[in-house]
């Protein structure tokens, strides 16, 4: 792929992200939401794909990267790259590289190839790094302890999230792209749990599109959907990812309402089918925050053992007292002495130097933030971080 500069990013160009709330961005990790001319969040219950694309904000976003510039919301990826890490930008050139065909690069969009779509935010789990944002669950256990719940934010994430449900348009919408599509996401909430999103894919099928595009998810590992592997055998390409941030009872501390045993029997399932079935991949997506990064070698070990096809560790950027960039500079003396003597593979340690790299390079807090949000949650769910992993709350200065 000839591209005009070494910081260019081809998202801007080949692909749109739909938030759970129906809202837009350039990418998953963009700081802002997209803008129309006159000011006001794009939102898709009524703006169609092509107003979004040919907007003005998204028209300066692109002159940006032909000039070689380094947008400001894109800085999470340019973190990353600070620290010799494969930001988004960098795994998306390389993961589309034979869909994206060398061009000319102009201002104006290319052909719609890649929706990376959160179809709303139902989702079985309240993960502690998660929110109402992206979780229908969590919204609930939030309002449960809101004394006006109906005015809270969180009231309006969990009735924006219903949109894909209260929204025909979006629907004739994507229809109408679906010829041009070659590589869909769908993330969060939980995909498996989102019905139209099957709904969707079989309309693929029957408009005998599916044979050209690839499918990747990004699901918690709860759900095993029997009734889609007749749907996915028709598309070029399905990757599964499961996001695990770490394993047994830490795992069910970080991800509450999941059970380890039953999505490791899940994973055990789609093994099973990738074995019997060609275009099946399965990954693992391991967000690297504070809750983990004292384990990571041990969950590395995890990862081995399942002969994943790929294994991807994601940075926690937002909220960022969940971000080891921002852990105190004690903890991040400790972190480091752990993740550098780490009795893992080479490819791995060199990964962790990596993710050493990306903490020391962010601004260090006092803590008080994280202990704070902790204890928030550990109150109301009866749960205790103490308890659960002393040794992180010695490292975290929770009493």
């Keep these: 792929m000839r591209l005009p500069n070494k910081s260019f990013c081809v998202l801007p160009w080949i692909s749109l992200e739909t938030s759970p709330i129906g ?7 963009a700081d802002h939401e997209l803008h129309s001319d006159s000011g006001a969040v794009f939102n898709l219950a009524s703006a169609d794909f092509d107003t979004i694309r040919n907007s003005k904000e998204m028209q300066r976003l692109r002159e940006q990267f032909l000039a070689g510039q380094q947008p400001e919301t894109c800085r999470r990826c340019w973190a990353e790259e600070s620290a010799g890490r494969t930001s988004k930008r960098l795994h998306t050139l390389d993961r589309l590289e034979h869909i994206v065909a060398d061009t000319d690069w102009t201002p104006d969009a290319k052909p719609l190839v890649f929706l990376d779509l959160k179809l709303g935010n139902i989702c079985n789990l309240k993960c502690r790094i998660c929110g109402s944002w992206s979780s229908s669950t969590y919204a609930v256990e939030e309002l449960a302890n809101e004394p006006n719940p109906k005015s809270s934010w969180h009231y309006q994430m969990l009735r924006a999230g219903r949109w894909p449900r209260e929204t ?19 993330t ?6 989102i019905q139209e999103h099957f709904d969707f894919l079989q309309r693929l099928v029957d408009l005998g599109l599916a044979g050209q595009i690839e499918i990747h998810y990004n699901t918690n590992g709860t759900h095993y959907p029997e009734s889609a592997e007749a749907i996915w055998q028709h598309f070029r390409l399905v990757e599964i990812a499961f996001s695990i941030d770490d394993v047994a009872d830490r795992f069910e501390y970080q991800r509450s309402g999941a059970v380890w045993d039953r999505v490791t029997a899940n994973i055990e399932r789609f093994r099973q089918l990738r074995a019997r079935t060609s275009n099946i991949q399965l990954q693992v997506c391991s967000t690297v925050n504070v809750f983990n990064v004292l384990y990571l070698a041990e969950l590395s070990l995890w990862h081995e053992q399942q002969a994943f096809d790929f294994v991807y560790w994601n940075m926690m950027h937002d909220a960022e007292y969940f971000s080891i ?31 050493v790299e990306f903490m020391l390079n962010g601004q260090s807090q006092d803590g008080s933030r994280t202990r704070e949000e902790i204890r928030r ?11 659960a992993h002393p040794e992180l709350a010695d490292l975290l200065g929770y009493a």
């Design 377 to 387: 949650v550990d109150q109301r769910r009866g749960e205790n971080l103490r308890s």
């Design 168 to 186: 025909p348009a979006f629907w004739a919408e994507i229809a109408r792209a679906s010829s041009e599509l070659r590589y869909l996401e769908f």
């Design 325 to 355: 960039a921002s852990l105190p500079e004690s903890a991040k003396a400790r972190v480091a002495e752990r993740l550098r003597h780490a009795a893992v593979a080479p490819a791995t340690l060199a990964e962790f130097d990596r993710i």
């Design 23 to 29: 809202t837009v961005r350039p990418c998953c990790l």
């Design 188 to 193: 969060g909430g939980e995909p498996f749990m």
